[in-house]
């Protein structure tokens, strides 16, 4: 979540905000970019030109998407003033066109999801492939051309060799028997049917989740794909990467216990702190028209959130994360690089007074809410 607000003319220019990018589909595939404040949509189709992965769904989507939407769910609040991304974060969205100014559309930190296009040409084709090697496989009894199977075409091939190259005539011979048609008995042949079934419901399944997703299915265009090496680096930069990948809630819930206990001095001592009452669910998450759902124009200011019932983003807001994330990096950070990913992974780790107090408010809205119900 980066923290740019709005400046002056000449400084406008320069402005950059971080978002994040879903791949593939995956809520745990959020990876972040940093973007100019003038680029548009049509900017962000450069990163699947440049990473030379495959980001789509499945194979049986296209490689590039053919737009995007932005997440329009308000997210999950820290409470150091992170902003997660929920579980419904696809499900609430809203499209935007490749021309629009990515910064009028977004907050920092946002999510946009690019829209994918089916590939219907190579579903298709997939799933004739498996359909005519399973009725390869059918029991002789049933099929029209019944001893075609791979496994008998194979075996032919196989009785070839050991009577040509090894001069067993014999162990040939009783190979080639077993792709005579009506050979193998029928139980034997139900059964290896039935296999073969569930192996090439496995095969479909496998591709169609995106378990099995290559850049491309051809491995002569995967032998050609470029590695990564100094200059594609250079490339992605200047796509916007960073290289860091948004937290679950889950991640970061496990994370920031362990940050916590560390930090105060071990389990014993956090016990005694009285952490694990509030570490079990150290944040909120929020409901219509607060987080990512507030309006890029309210008029909202920071210290509204330590009265208002909503919690509405503003350019206050995100200036205080920054201004105390700054103050860590030139002050009690040992190591800037990895407490720079943490923030971009997990949000901030340390907030100042009024960001605490803030949440503390809209942790009580929620508690009072609760009772109510």
């Known amino acids: 979540m980066t923290t740019e607000v709005p400046k002056q003319d000449d400084e406008l220019n320069d402005a950059r905000i971080e978002i994040y990018v879903r791949m593939n ?15 548009d949509f049509h900017s962000l189709l450069k990163i699947f030109d440049t990473l030379t992965l495959s980001l789509r769904p499945s194979i049986f989507y296209k490689q590039k998407p053919i737009g995007f939407k932005i997440s329009n769910d308000p997210g999950y609040l820290t409470e ?17 066109k490749l021309s629009d100014k990515i910064s009028e559309h977004c907050w920092p930190g946002h999510l946009v999801l690019p829209v994918w296009k089916e590939d219907n040409f190579k579903f298709y084709n997939f799933s004739l492939i498996l359909l005519l090697w399973l009725y390869t496989d059918l029991p002789d009894t049933w099929s029209p051309t019944p001893g075609i199977c791979l496994t008998n075409q194979v075996s032919k091939i196989l009785s070839i060799i050991i009577e040509n190259v090894f001069n067993n005539s014999k162990l040939a011979a009783d190979i080639y028997a077993e792709t005579i048609p009506y050979s193998t008995g029928l139980t034997a042949q139900y059964v290896f049917f039935s296999v073969h079934i569930l192996k090439i419901i496995f095969i479909f399944l496998f591709a169609w989740t995106g ?48 940050y916590r206990i560390k930090e105060v001095g071990g389990i014993v001592k956090a016990s005694r702190a009285g952490l694990f009452e509030t570490l079990g669910n150290p944040g909120i998450t929020l409901s219509e028209n607060e987080g990512f759902q507030s309006d890029l124009k309210n008029e909202t200011r920071l210290t509204d959130l330590k009265s ?66």
């Open 308 to 373: 208002s019932n909503l919690f509405t983003l503003n350019y206050e807001f995100f200036e205080e994360i920054g201004v105390e994330f700054e103050k860590l990096l030139s002050g009690s950070s040992t190591n800037p690089n990895q407490d720079i990913k943490n923030f971009r992974k997990y949000g901030p780790l340390k907030s100042s007074k009024i960001i605490k107090d803030i949440y503390s408010h809209r942790k009580q809205v929620q508690l009072e809410s609760a009772k109510e119900k």
């Open 80 to 96: 150091n003033g992170g902003l997660l991304f929920t579980s419904k974060s696809s499900d609430n969205s809203k499209p935007v």
């Open 25 to 39: 589909d995956d809520h745990e595939k959020d990876y972040c970019f940093s973007v100019g404040i003038d680029d």
């Open 211 to 258: 378990l099995y997703n290559p850049y491309s299915i051809n491995p002569l265009v995967n032998a050609k794909v470029p590695k990564l090496d100094e200059s594609k680096k250079n490339d992605l930069i200047a796509v916007g990467w960073t290289g860091s990948r948004k937290a679950t809630i889950d991640e970061f819930r496990e994370f920031y216990r362990e």
